[in-house]
């Protein structure tokens, strides 16, 4: 899980372009009214709170649902995604971009229940939402951070094309205080060099 900076998934809406592209084992969509007890079971969990900055712990279905609806509003530069399972079109986690700053990068967000942990579900929808990102708005940056203490989510934002930035603090709600980070950098131009790796393979 990434810790995502101040109101990444706090104030969630979908952007006004197409889904994402399907990956391997997940896609990403809206988020709905039906995913709240799948969206609460996962969420209320310590260990996924402890990771994020905005995240609530306890999560309530009060919480569930007042992030749902704000997954409906449309606008620019702040796309919000649940991650699914494509095989049974269960919610295992949530996505999302957002412009923090005036002016400034875009910054990346996600989480994942613990159920799906290390199987490579995040990698697949981190890929999937930076390519969204890059193709539907006109970010040249994509900003992601981790806890020093996430070692996984460091794997999954170095195999999608971060570089190590800097060091940092953020204030973390599920953590209860503020909690070392490490920032990475996704510029778009390197992210076009990756893409044509892949395509030459």
């Not at 049974?88 to 002016?103: F, H, K, M, S, W």
Request: charged share 25%; proline share 6%.
């Amino acid at each position: 899980m990434v810790v995502e900076s101040d109101g990444l998934l706090d104030e969630s809406s979908l952007y006004a372009a197409p889904l994402p592209q399907e990956a391997v084992h997940v896609r990403l969509d809206t988020p709905r009214v039906d995913d709240l007890a799948d969206l609460v079971f996962l969420a209320n969990n310590k260990q996924v709170a402890a990771n994020l900055s905005t995240m609530p712990h306890p999560f309530t279905a009060q919480d569930g649902r007042a992030l749902i609806e704000k997954a409906e509003r449309n606008r620019p530069l702040n796309a919000g995604f649940a991650i699914r399972l494509k095989s049974t079109g269960r919610l295992i986690g949530l996505t999302r971009y957002a412009n923090v700053e005036p002016d400034g990068p875009l910054h990346i967000g996600y989480w994942l229940g613990e159920p799906f942990w290390g199987r490579g579900y995040a990698t697949e929808a981190v890929h999937a939402l930076v390519d969204h990102a890059f193709t539907h708005t006109d970010a040249e940056e994509l900003q992601g951070s981790c806890r020093v203490t996430n070692p996984a989510s460091r794997r999954v934002l170095i195999k999608s094309g971060f570089q190590y930035r800097d060091p940092s603090m953020i204030r973390s709600l599920g953590a209860g205080g503020s909690v070392p980070i490490e920032r990475y950098t996704l510029e778009k131009a390197v992210w076009k060099s990756l893409k044509g790796w892949g395509q030459g393979r």
